[in-house]
Every structure is written in C-alpha cells, then in structure tokens.
C-alpha cells in the first residue's frame, strides 16, 4: 500500500521517515526533543514544520506520548536507568514503581520492581535508581542498584538532649533537630517526643516543632512506643469506638447452634490474654476419616459494617505485638472480654465444621452460627506434656476423647501436607523475656516448636481452606491471602548463592515449593543451614491480601483466605462477614465490596500489615540493642549473615541480635565487594568474608533507642565452611603484586598476623 502524505519523507529530508523518528526516540528517550531531533537528522527550514506534524501525528497515534511541552517519549521504551519510587502491590502482590522526575500526561508507564543488586529489598516509599529493562505485554522490569534519599521527612519521633536538641530514634536520620526556644520548657532532657520538622537556618541544625511527649527515655513501654510511633500506629481508640465497645453484651441463643455440650478447648502460648479459636475432633466410624470443628469468635456479631469499631479496626489493620504490650485491633472490652473465648462462658462463635478422609482431602464443609461454652484454657507446654504422657491433672479427662482424636487428625493433615510440597522452612524466633516490671531483658531464648503448635496450626489452615473454598461454591466475593510465586530474579540469585554447593538450584525452570523444601533438606544439619533457610525465605514473594486469587505458593494451596483471627486480622472480619451473608447466617453479614472497592481495602489492610510488622521487628532490634547494652567490650561469636559494600552484618550468639560490622572495623586492608558471591575480599592480604563465616566479635556501641550494634573484628579468621564449597572468585585466587619494594615493606610491617 503507498505511503499516505503525511507518512512520506519531505522532499529536505531525503529518505527520513517516521520509522526512523521512532527509532530515535527509542534509543534515545531523554533527547526525544523537536530541537534534539532536528539537530540528529540535520532538519532545517521548512523540513521542520513536517517534522512538527509528525510528532503530533505519531502522539496521536499513540506511539509516543508527551510528558512535557517539548519531549516526549517512547511507549515501547524508556530510558535505559531511572530514579523510581516504591509502590503498594497492586491486586496481583507485585511492586509497582512510578518514575520520580517526569511528569507524565496520560498514564505513566507500568514498571514493576525486580531483583536488583540492593542488599535489603525496597519498600513501599523507598526511593532508588533501577536499570530498566522491557517486560511482558508493554510493561517494564525496574532492577535497583542504588537508594535514594527519601522526601524530607515532615514528623520525626527522638529523644530530647540536654542543650535543647533532639536525637532521632531513627538511625536512618544522621542529624539532630534544634527545638524552638518556645518548646524548651516541656520538654526536659530524656523525653520522648514526636516532632515536626521546621526547617533549617543557613547555618543552624534543622528546627523542630514538638507535636506530642510520649514519656520518659527510661519508661516503661518506651521501646514499644517509639517503635509504634515512628511506623504511624495508632495508640488510642476514640471515644466512640470504646462507647460501642463497652456497650456490648451476650450473644443470646436465637438462630444459633448449641454446641456447649461439646468439649472445645482453647490452645493458645501461656502468655495470650485473648482466645479466638477453639478447636474439636472425633474419628469417623470405620476409619473413614474425622469431623475437625473450628470455632472462631463471633466478632462480626458485635463489629458491624460502617460503625464507628468497623472504621478503628479497617485504619488499624491488626493487632500489633510488642514484648512488653499489645495494641489491640479491637478495644480490650471486645477482645479480651466478648470476644474471647474464655473457659466456662458462654460465647458466640462462627464454626467451620469440616470432615477430611484419611488421606487429609477436606471431603464436607459446613459453617454454623453458634453459642459455646470453651471446656479448658490449655497452653501449648501442657497439651504437649499430655500428649508425651505426663498431662496434668486437669487434663487427664480430656487427654483420650479430645487431645489424642486431635493429634491423629494433624497426623493425617502433616501427612497431605508434606504431600503437596508446602514450604517447610526452619527460620528460629527469639523469645525476649522482660522483667517483672517490665523494664529490663532479662533472657532472649528460641522460641520452642512443639506439636502442639503444629496441631493448631494445620487446624487453622484447614478452616481457612475451607471458608475460601465455600465462598467460592456459592459465587461470592472473597478477600484472598495470596502469596505468587518467587520472582525468577530472585529465584536467580539464589542460585548464584547456592552454586557449587551441595544445595544448587536448577536455573530456567518454574520451581516448586517441594524443590526449595529438597534444597533444604541436602543442608539440613550443616553450620551453614541457617544462612540457605533465610535466603530461600528472602527469595519469596510477599503475602498479601487481595481479592483476586492466584493461590498460595508457600502453603501450595489453591484457594486460602484467612478466617481464623477476626479479633486481630480485619481480611478475617471481611470473611466472616462474607460467610454470613453468602449462607444466610443472621445480622452483620456483608458481602466483600459492598461499602469497599475490594482491591484498595486489600491494598490497605497488607499495608497495615507490613508497617505492623516492621514495628515489631525494630521494637525486637532495640530490645536487644538493650540487653547488649551492658556487655559493650565483651567479645561474642558471630555468623555473617550479610555482606554489604559499608561492610558485613553479624548474627550474634546467643541473643540472635544482628550487629553490623563497618569496613572501618575489619582488619587494616582495602576490600572490594563481591556482589555476586556476597563477600569482601581484600586486597594486600587475601582475606575474604562471605557468608556463614564464623567470627570473634568485640562489642563496641548498643543503642537501645535506635537498636543499633556495632561490632568489630577480633581473633583468628577462619574461612568459612559454606565458601569452601563455592566457586573461587578470580579476584581472591591471587593478591595484586605490590606497586614497590618500598610499599611491600611497609605493607608486610603492617600485617597483623605477624
């Protein structure tokens, strides 16, 4: 077909047509100029008013769009490395990043986050520079390298200093803050404040507003509250949800199924104020399998859609738990009152009453409203105790008609779990014990894996398998817990760690979660096996809550919605709710969507989520920054457990606390960072440090308001086992030959080992 005239080349610009303008811009995205253009392909005079039309013409098209009054760019292609901010996962749990520096008119590119070479993975809000590479269907594949500042940030939360300063909490935050002279007077050295910041003077510190005091540096609490505060959790509930909360009563029997003559029993950690769940198991006659019943806390009955509880507990999320306290999804009338569970009351429940076979496959599922009567408030040690032989007394009468059915039915469930490869990671937690008076760590221990939680735990999932499956029956909208499959650059690195070892990943293939769990079991035993279980679990996607499905990797499971936590969880509320409407099961039901566009409630709730358990994890970080504050100079052994370009982080033993190690802080010597094979190798001497690597560490500064340690090396440095397997970098198989005979010298005169 013959060129049409605004397609065919302008008689000045020879052979010139838009193909060529299009591959321009492609190539060259950030010159993508009329000017630049004209410039590159030498168009001048009247050539340029075609030139104009063209660009308007292929805009039109919409194979370059404008971004600003004189550039424009490339669908098809952006520029090769970009600065980018972090997104929330969309609906399908990937990270999505937005450009920093273009305005773009019309929709911005879609670019979503990949494995880059960062030693911790972005988060929403993190800034970095990302090479760009072209993806599937349009989109763009973003690989960080470097972090960005963030924003100023506006609130800071710190501690008031002597002089009238304040140090933030945040050892992310280099400088302090000037208080206005106006504020001096309520804030006494040692106070805890939030603080906005003001500005800065040419020469001065930055100034800050003082917003709120939260206590005393030396408070009890006061690790909890700068953790909760520096992540924006909310501390109080307002008045009119503890309104609605304190006016609540007894569920009474209308509509409801009695199952107070069955022995349901709670199974919680000997330190739980609040019981959600309550379970039950029977065997079927001529082994045909067991009835499992689930019975979960009626929360729905009490937390209705758009009432002032609904609209605290959707802000908060969940629960969030500190060591020394908990703030609570729900107010305590509600969650450690009506909504739990308690022994030898009569409670509301939602149950999942639910049969499997002896192969473990969920053959009948049921739920009923209910009212309950919980026959004892077991711990997780005395159910383990009974189930060894030993049981309490109190447990004697219920070992053989309630204890012993439970185990067999969790035998049958672990037996169709191993089956179909779920994730079986081996990552120890560390229990943080305080003092009475809760104002010193007093003991960090493992926390114990006992059967008795394993029971639970499968009890769980099954129920939450079978609210997702039931919602599904009946058509009816479901907020999902999804967890994708690992990214494949992820997936990749891995592999790069793992090469060589007897542990090596195949590359190119979809893996299973059974594949990662056979990985696991070739190391099981070895010094290094730790390290290889936390990097197949930083090799996974993040679950999130969203309400399309695309299964659960982890738990392979195709359908998996939570159900179990209402009291904690706002997704378990929203299937409550479901369930009750989808089955015609009373008042308080709602279908998902109803007052919520589902994708951003899911969107909301996972965002609650991470920034709980971020608060958590530094709350953990600075309680044993303050255990280890007394035992400054004490020399500990360590395993690195990073190795970063600034130097290597340290697990600890026995607290488990991770002390970073600065390049300054390693032996005299010059060290490149490896980034393919995680180590530092030295230059002069040969040294390496890689992961797993065994060390004496001297303990020289821990900071319990920021959960900072920092450590340096000392003794004998032995190579590590792991990094004898691996392939050796050429770097490391030769030390550079001196520049001169006079710096060998002085190098030699330097060595420590000598």
């Keep these: 077909m013959a060129k049409s005239k605004?397609?065919?080349?302008?008689?000045?610009?020879?052979?010139?047509?838009?193909?060529?303008?299009?591959?321009?811009?492609?190539?060259?995205?950030?010159?993508?100029?009329?000017?630049?253009?004209?410039?590159?392909?030498?168009?001048?005079?009247?050539?340029?008013?075609?030139?104009?039309?063209?660009?308007?013409?292929?805009?039109?098209?919409?194979?370059?769009?404008?971004?600003?009054?004189?550039?424009?760019?490339?669908?098809?292609?952006?520029?090769?490395?970009?600065?980018?901010?972090?997104?929330?996962?969309?609906?399908?749990?990937d990270m999505a990043c937005l450009p920093i520096e273009r305005d773009f008119r019309g929709a911005p590119p879609r670019i979503y986050l990949a494995e880059g070479t960062l030693e911790t993975a972005p988060a929403p809000g993190d800034r970095v520079l990302a090479k760009i590479e072209p993806g599937e269907e349009g989109t763009f594949l973003a690989r960080p390298f470097k972090t960005l500042p963030r924003p100023r940030l506006?609130?800071?939360?710190?501690?008031?200093?002597?002089?009238?300063?304040?140090?933030?909490?945040?050892?992310?935050?280099?400088?302090?803050?000037?208080?206005?002279?106006?504020?001096?007077?309520?804030?006494?050295?040692?106070?805890?404040?939030?603080?906005?910041?003001?500005?800065?003077?040419?020469?001065?510190?930055?100034?800050?507003?003082?917003?709120?005091?939260?206590?005393?540096?030396?408070?009890?609490?006061?690790?909890?509250?700068?953790?909760?505060?520096?992540?924006?959790?909310?501390?109080?509930?307002?008045?009119?949800?503890?309104?609605?909360?304190?006016?609540?009563?007894?569920?009474?029997?209308?509509?409801?199924?009695?199952?107070?003559?069955?022995?349901?029993?709670?199974?919680?950690?000997a330190d739980a104020r609040d019981f959600d769940d309550a379970v039950w198991a029977e065997r079927l006659a001529d082994d045909a399998g067991f009835r499992i019943l689930v019975a979960i806390a009626d929360v729905a009955?009490?937390?209705?859609?758009?009432?002032?509880?609904?609209?605290?507990?959707?802000?908060?999320?969940?629960?969030?738990?500190?060591?020394?306290?908990?703030?609570?999804?729900?107010?305590?009338?509600?969650?450690?009152?009506?909504?739990?569970?308690?022994?030898?009351?009569?409670?509301?429940?939602?149950?999942?009453?639910?049969?499997?076979?002896?192969?473990g496959r969920l053959t009948h599922r049921r739920f009923r409203r209910g009212i309950m009567r919980s026959a004892a408030r077991l711990t997780y040690e005395c159910v383990e105790a009974a189930l060894n032989g030993t049981p309490d007394e109190e447990l004697v009468p219920l070992v053989e008609p309630r204890l012993i059915p439970l185990r067999d039915a969790f035998e049958v469930l672990l037996a169709?779990?191993?089956?179909?490869?779920?994730?079986?990671?081996?990552?120890?937690?560390?229990?943080?014990?305080?003092?009475?008076?809760k104002r010193e760590v007093v003991d960090i221990r493992p926390r114990e894996r006992l059967t008795s939680h394993h029971i639970i735990e499968e009890m769980m999932i099954l129920a939450n398998v079978a609210a997702a499956e039931a919602l599904e029956a009946v058509e009816q909208s479901v907020m999902y817990r999804v967890h994708d499959h690992p990214d494949p650059i992820k997936l990749e690195h891995l592999a790069n760690l793992l090469e060589g070892t007897p542990a090596s990943l195949a590359r190119g293939v979809r893996l299973t979660a059974g594949q990662l769990n056979g990985i696991l079991k070739r190391v099981e035993g070895e010094d290094y096996a730790p390290m290889i279980n936390e990097a197949v679990l930083r090799s996974q996607a993040q679950a999130v809550y969203a309400p399309r499905n695309i299964g659960h990797f982890g738990l392979g499971l195709r359908s998996y919605a939570h159900f179990t936590s209402p009291i904690r969880r706002y997704a378990d509320l929203t299937v409550h709710r479901a369930l009750i409407e989808a089955f015609g099961l009373g008042d308080?039901?709602?279908?998902?969507?109803a007052s919520d566009a589902p994708i951003p409630l899911g969107e909301q709730i996972s965002e609650c989520e991470r920034r709980a358990a971020y608060a958590e994890r530094s709350a953990k970080d600075r309680y044993l920054a303050a255990y280890h504050a007394d035992h400054v100079g004490q020399v500990f052994e360590a395993r690195v457990s990073s190795v970063t370009k600034f130097g290597l982080f340290a697990e600890l033993d026995p607290s488990g606390a991770h002390a970073l190690v600065p390049m300054g802080l390693l032996p005299d010597d010059r060290y490149d960072f490896n980034a393919s094979q995680s180590r530092l190798e030295g230059r002069r001497w040969g040294r390496v440090f890689s992961l797993a690597q065994r060390l004496s560490l001297r303990l020289v500064e821990a900071d319990g308001l920021t959960g900072s340690l920092v450590a340096e090396v000392v003794g004998e440095i032995e190579p590590s086992s792991f990094e004898s397997l691996r392939p050796e970098s050429p770097k490391s198989r030769s030390k550079p030959a001196a520049k001169s005979t006079r710096k060998k010298s002085k190098a030699r005169r330097n060595d420590p080992r000598r």
């Design 588 to 593: 308080g039901g709602e279908a998902l969507g």
């Design 416 to 437: 169709a779990r191993e089956r179909r490869g779920a994730l079986d990671l081996d990552v120890p937690e560390r229990v943080i014990e305080l003092s009475e008076d």
């Design 154 to 269: 506006d609130i800071i939360v710190g501690v008031v200093e002597a002089g009238g300063t304040i140090r933030p909490t945040d050892k992310r935050i280099k400088n302090d803050f000037v208080i206005r002279h106006e504020d001096r007077e309520a804030a006494e050295p040692g106070s805890l404040v939030r603080a906005e910041i003001m500005g800065t003077g040419r020469l001065d510190l930055p100034r800050a507003r003082i917003l709120e005091v939260l206590g005393k540096q030396d408070d009890v609490g006061a690790i909890s509250l700068v953790s909760a505060a520096e992540h924006k959790l909310r501390l109080n509930f307002p008045d009119a949800a503890l309104e609605e909360a304190d006016a609540a009563g007894p569920v009474t029997e209308d509509g409801r199924t009695d199952f107070r003559d069955l022995q349901l029993v709670t199974i919680d950690g």
């Design 6 to 93: 605004r397609d065919a080349a302008s008689p000045e610009t020879g052979n010139l047509d838009r193909q060529a303008i299009l591959d321009f811009v492609r190539q060259h995205p950030e010159q993508a100029n009329k000017r630049a253009i004209a410039k590159h392909f030498g168009i001048k005079g009247g050539a340029r008013v075609w030139l104009k039309t063209l660009l308007k013409q292929l805009e039109r098209d919409g194979l370059i769009e404008a971004s600003a009054p004189k550039s424009r760019w490339n669908r098809q292609s952006l520029p090769g490395v970009l600065p980018l901010e972090i997104l929330a996962p969309d609906q399908d749990g």
């Design 301 to 359: 009955h009490y937390v209705r859609p758009d009432s002032a509880l609904d609209r605290e507990a959707k802000l908060r999320g969940n629960s969030c738990y500190f060591p020394d306290r908990v703030l609570p999804m729900l107010p305590e009338a509600l969650s450690n009152g009506w909504c739990s569970l308690v022994p030898h009351e009569d409670r509301g429940c939602l149950v999942a009453d639910m049969r499997i076979d002896m192969e």
